[in-house]
């Protein structure tokens, strides 16, 4: 999938877990139970008139075909709203639809919600479907989530509330997709007016959500203020106002979260969870997670162009010691590219029996040096791509600069500015001379094709242009199968090959972090929270 920009910017936030928290919560999945607990949701909130939210960056824009970010899609979330809704527990519900039906392999045809309005006031219509939907077609937006629609026809109004999507071939993720950005609703009439200056800070966006916008100050903050007119009462808004302010220096938004500046925000430093955990100005949850930190082999054509090296590389990294020394144990030694949660809409007794055979790769540095011996390792030169972003990034980098000395390779540490190390993401000319470089990669949609995707023969993302004719077959046929258990099965072939041939190395899981300041409660800990409406939730403590 294509997806550079968030996959950068998660590298460079420091994107890790917390520390033990309060609420509704259950131990996570650690050998080490007391490392941390998974939080459903925190206590219910009132009536609060405003808080305010930190965010590493600033957004680019907030115009939702160009919103593949954290920054932007946080405050999107609570503005702008898509046909389907993906909630805090990871399973879909019906959002501006009221229901769809797909009658043939290659059509979808939603039902639009009547008494919807958006901000401005004007009606939700079919035909702002139309014009939403197709923006993600057209080149010259050049939409940020045109994977999605790589197998689209046409969108057309086919009834007075009704849309019908034609599809060049069956793509069973579509529609999934629709509960995130892809599927989002904006004003036509809204749109049209913009027209490049579409979700710049003078224009902003029209949408339907439980906020709209009420102003950008460049370079300081975003603010949101509560749609009285919101359709989804269930949803309406605890807060009159949120104030997101951009904070790049993790210092500063940690010191902003102890002195009461900023009431919270999403993603903590991982060094700093020791110390707000104990904090008396509020607490660490973390929630579910699609995330996965994973070391990317971007250089096929050196020594790790072997799949034995790339196996012996995994067998030799201490993944076990990443997560206790880079993330305080609040985490997983990752058994494939996905996590568990990714699967919770497959069949669970098709999934269970899927799963249990995928290849293991234990911590073994004597096993993995013999292996890449009989594949011709005798020192030679990999480099390591790294930059100064935080402590957990500089862990990692020595855990597999050291299991690269340990399986007989001669690593090189390139140290790059934050700049450069995004566009390694980007810029296929950026990667030229870098074997291995890490990243933190989540999925928008409960399905594990979402990250599959991604090292598709061609795919943008497939950064080192591995290729595998069974994985793209397999991939192929679970992208068009239309029953449950016959798409796991495809999904999890695929998955096989890429944890046998491992064109990235998975490393570790870790679940959604957020800060909560003693004012605010409310929040479900998730990773929806970058398309579903969190802030209507956040109200004041009792």
């Given at each position: 999938m294509t997806r550079p920009r968030r996959a950068a910017l998660a590298a460079l936030a420091g994107v890790f877990a917390l520390t033990s928290c309060s609420g509704t919560a259950k131990p996570g999945p650690s050998t080490d139970a007391a490392a941390y607990q998974l939080t459903d949701r925190t206590a219910p909130g009132g009536e609060l008139d405003s808080f305010t939210w930190s965010l590493f960056a600033e957004p680019v824009s907030i115009d939702y075909a160009l919103s593949f970010d954290y920054p932007p899609n946080t405050v999107l979330a609570n503005v702008c709203e898509s046909l389907l809704r993906w909630n805090p527990d990871l399973t879909t519900s019906p959002g501006l639809a009221t229901a769809f039906t797909n009658p043939t392999p290659t059509t979808w045809v939603y039902t639009i919600r009547e008494g919807v309005?958006?901000?401005?006031?004007?009606?939700?219509?079919?035909?702002?479907?139309?014009?939403?939907?197709?923006?993600?077609?057209?080149?010259?937006?050049?939409?940020?989530?045109?994977?999605?629609?790589?197998?689209?026809?046409?969108?057309?109004?086919?009834g007075p509330m009704q849309v019908t999507v034609t599809l060049n071939t069956p793509d069973a993720t579509f529609n999934e997709y629709l509960a995130a950005a892809p599927g989002t609703v904006e004003s036509a009439a809204a749109l049209q007016a913009a027209g490049k200056d579409y979700g710049n800070p003078s224009k902003g966006v029209d949408c339907t959500g439980p906020f709209s916008f009420a102003g950008w100050t460049p370079g300081q903050s975003i603010t949101l203020?509560?749609?009285?007119?919101?359709?989804?009462?269930?949803?309406?808004?605890?807060?009159?106002?949120?104030?997101?302010v951009f904070l790049p220096?993790?210092?500063?938004?940690?010191?902003?979260?102890?002195?009461?500046?900023?009431?919270?925000?999403?993603?903590?430093?991982?060094?700093?969870?020791?110390?707000?955990?104990?904090?008396?100005?509020?607490?660490?949850?973390?929630?579910?997670?699609?995330?996965?930190?994973?070391?990317?082999?971007?250089?096929?054509?050196?020594?790790l162009g072997d799949a034995r090296v790339r196996q012996a590389l995994l067998m030799a990294i201490d993944r076990k010691g990443i997560v206790k020394a880079g993330v305080g144990g609040v985490g997983e030694v990752a058994d494939a590219l996905v996590t568990r949660n990714n699967w919770n809409n497959s069949p669970k007794d098709t999934v269970d029996s899927l799963l249990g055979g995928l290849k293991q790769y234990p911590y073994d540095p004597a096993k993995a040096k013999e292996l890449a011996a009989s594949a011709g390792v005798n020192g030679q030169k990999v480099v390591i791509a790294s930059s100064p972003l935080d402590s957990q990034s500089t862990i990692i980098t020595q855990a597999v600069q050291q299991a690269a000395t340990a399986i007989g390779l001669k690593p090189e540490i390139d140290s790059i500015s934050p700049d450069k190390y995004t566009a390694l993401?980007?810029?296929?000319?950026?990667?030229?001379?870098?074997?291995?470089?890490?990243?933190?990669?989540?999925?928008?949609?409960?399905?594990?094709?979402?990250?599959?995707?991604?090292?598709?023969?061609?795919?943008?993302?497939?950064?080192?242009?591995?290729?595998?004719?069974?994985?793209?077959?397999?991939?192929?046929?679970?992208?068009?199968?239309?029953?449950?258990?016959?798409?796991?099965?495809?999904?999890?072939?695929?998955?096989?090959?890429?944890?046998?041939?491992?064109?990235?190395?998975?490393?570790?899981?870790?679940?959604?972090?957020?800060?909560?300041?003693?004012?605010?409660?409310?929040?479900?800990?998730?990773i929806d929270y970058l398309y579903y409406p969190w802030a209507a939730t956040v109200g004041a403590k009792g």
């Open positions: 309005h958006f901000h401005d006031g004007a009606p939700l219509t079919a035909e702002d479907v139309v014009a939403s939907l197709r923006r993600n077609l057209d080149p010259a937006v050049g939409s940020d989530w045109a994977y999605p629609f790589r197998n689209v026809k046409s969108v057309e109004k086919t203020k509560r749609y009285d007119d919101y359709w989804d009462k269930s949803l309406r808004a605890k807060a009159k106002q949120v104030k997101f220096d993790a210092t500063a938004r940690v010191n902003a979260f102890q002195s009461g500046e900023v009431d919270g925000g999403w993603m903590v430093p991982a060094d700093s969870y020791k110390q707000l955990g104990a904090s008396a100005k509020g607490r660490l949850y973390y929630g579910r997670s699609t995330t996965v930190a994973d070391e990317v082999v971007s250089n096929l054509q050196g020594p993401f980007t810029d296929p000319a950026a990667r030229k001379g870098i074997d291995l470089f890490e990243t933190f990669w989540y999925t928008s949609i409960t399905d594990p094709l979402d990250m599959y995707g991604s090292l598709q023969t061609g795919a943008f993302s497939n950064y080192g242009n591995w290729s595998d004719p069974q994985f793209d077959a397999a991939l192929n046929e679970a992208v068009g199968a239309a029953d449950p258990a016959a798409r796991a099965t495809a999904t999890a072939k695929a998955q096989q090959i890429a944890m046998d041939q491992l064109p990235w190395l998975p490393l570790y899981t870790e679940p959604v972090s957020v800060f909560l300041g003693n004012r605010i409660t409310g929040l479900q800990p998730s």
